[in-house]
């Protein structure tokens, strides 16, 4: 089976510039995760989703928002990109929110770079 | 507060125990996790203790918690090269195992030959 696949894997934007990332959950998964890893640090939470709604929002402003699908993929949008958004963007998929027992597992990953 | 405090680089040598700790501040999780991130590779959960255990042994691994010091440690008994990786401490801030989780820095752990 597919783990969490996220694309692209790599990419360069400039400050001020737009970019969207994808996620594809694993089968079966409806809940979609996404954190930011800058260099040195651990991942932060960014927002997480389940069921096409937000459930979770962390301390990141409005230039970052997302959506899931229908199909319970995903996509993390930033605004006007500023250098410090630089960084590894980790999407996680998860079975049911409301079970106890689900784990989120997670993707490789979008290495992000803003010159 | 949020926080997850963990030492940023650790060295042992190979065949040698490995003990990572962190310290945690919300006392209400119900689970905590150890993470392992290897250069290039996506998280990968390494183990989990329920917040009401003091001891969970898997293999290799043993994790020990001091809810009352908020402190979690991970021994890794017998490292090995392909234990070198940044470990974080982890905790979920919710009910549910996928919730908000909030990472600490990472441990970086070298083998030393």
């Known amino acids: 089976d597919a783990g969490v696949t996220q694309s692209p894997t790599h990419l360069i934007k400039t400050r001020g510039q737009q970019v969207t990332l994808r996620c594809s959950p694993i089968?079966?998964?409806?809940?979609v995760s996404w954190y930011q890893q800058v260099l040195g640090q651990g991942p932060q939470f960014i927002f997480q989703?389940?069921?096409?709604?937000?459930?979770g929002r962390g301390n990141f402003p409005d230039r970052f928002s997302a959506r899931q699908f229908p199909n319970y993929s995903s996509e993390l949008n930033v605004n006007a990109l500023l250098l410090g958004d630089s960084a590894l963007y980790l999407c996680?998929?998860?079975?049911?929110?409301?079970?106890?027992?689900?784990?989120?597992?997670f993707g490789q990953g979008t290495r992000l770079t803003v010159v | 507060g949020e926080d997850v405090e963990q030492s940023l680089f650790l060295s042992v040598r190979e065949g040698d125990s490995s003990v990572i700790n962190c310290t945690y501040t919300?006392?209400?999780?119900?689970?905590l996790y150890w993470y392992k991130q290897e250069p290039g590779a996506g998280l990968q959960l390494l183990t989990y203790?329920?917040?009401?255990?003091d001891m969970k042994q898997d293999q290799r691994l043993t994790v020990l918690l001091n809810k009352k010091d908020k402190h979690l440690s991970l021994r890794i008994a017998d490292t090995q090269t392909g234990d070198s990786a940044i470990y974080f401490c982890?905790?979920?801030?919710?009910?549910?195992?996928?919730?908000?989780?909030?990472f600490g820095k990472g441990t970086r752990l070298h083998i030393l030959p």
């Open positions: 996680a998929s998860s079975t049911n929110r409301d079970r106890m027992n689900t784990e989120a597992f």
């Open positions: 089968s079966g998964h409806k809940s």
């Open positions: 989703y389940y069921e096409k709604e937000e459930r």
């Open positions: 919300d006392s209400s999780s119900t689970y």
């Open positions: 203790i329920f917040s009401n255990m």
């Open positions: 982890a905790e979920p801030l919710g009910v549910n195992r996928d919730d908000k989780i909030i």
